[in-house]
T-cell receptor, first 112, second 116 residues
Framework: GQQLNQSPQSMFIQEGEDVSMNCTSS?????WLWYKQDPGEGPVLLIA?????ELTSNGRLTAQFGITRKDSFLNISASIPSDVGIYFC????????????FGPGTSLSVIP | NAGVTQTPKFRILKIGQSMTLQCTQD?????MYWYRQDPGMGLKLIYY???????DKGEVPNGYNVSRSTTEDFPLRLELAAPSQTSVYFC???????????????FGDGTRLSIL
């Protein structure tokens, strides 16, 4: 079945650095979503991408929907301590219920 | 606003016991979802509901049951708890389907369930 791979699995960065993380799949998706999960809380949607090639920003976050529709990346500029958390990508495919598949997550730690 | 409220936050069950995970939302959302989150595996959809009285299976429904008698409540039931059901369970709701960025899913804070 469809599966998403995220890289890196975890990263430790210095405050102020830029961050880049990827999500890839062997399957084509119609929509890509990026979520952030803080410890002990549920995921929160950061960015949604609907068209191949689409580049969307949300504050310091920028995400792109890959041309092949099989990948997406998320960049965070000038990281701050509150960026700490797990970042999940998710892809949506057309099935009987518009199935959303989540990646395993990238854990981000920011060193002040 | 309370948003999506899940109870309990933590629970330990013995193999074979049953329990109901409660989920309620006060945003008048039509769509509700139950996910499980296992380490390194992301979220997997167990069941979902598009409105009161309507429920459907997601990706991993075996061993679970749901009901949706009201718009606000979407309980998840485990009839015969098994160790494989040890996980963190998240309930979510949205006005429209999950992928709509203008009406995103709102998640609860999760229920951490251990089956021993």
């Amino acid at each position: 079945g469809q599966q998403l791979n995220q890289s890196p699995q975890s990263m430790f960065i210095q405050e102020g650095e830029d961050v880049s993380m990827n999500c890839t799949s062997s399957s084509i998706f119609n929509t890509w979503l990026w979520y952030k999960q803080d410890p002990g809380e549920g995921p929160v949607l950061l960015i949604a991408l609907y068209k191949a090639g689409e580049l969307t920003s949300n504050g310091r976050l920028t995400a792109q929907f890959g041309i092949t529709r099989k990948d997406s990346f998320l960049n965070i500029s000038a990281s701050i301590p509150s960026d700490v958390g797990i970042y999940f990508c998710a892809g949506q495919v057309k099935t009987s219920y518009d199935k959303v598949i989540f990646g395993p997550g990238t854990s981000l730690s920011v060193i002040p | 606003n309370a948003g999506v409220t899940q109870t309990p936050k933590f629970r330990i069950l013995k193999i074979g016991q049953s329990m109901t995970l409660q989920c309620t939302q006060d945003m008048n959302h039509n769509y509700m979802y139950w996910y499980r989150q296992d380490p390194g595996m992301g979220l997997k959809l167990i069941y979902y509901s598009v409105g009161a009285g309507i429920t459907d299976k997601g990706e991993v429904p075996n061993g679970y049951n749901v009901s949706r008698s009201t718009t606000e409540d979407f309980p998840l039931r485990l009839e015969l708890a098994a160790p494989s059901q040890t996980s963190v369970y998240f309930c979510a709701s949205s006005y429209n389907w999950a992928i709509n960025s203008n009406q995103p899913q709102h998640f609860g804070d999760g229920t951490r369930l251990s089956i021993l």
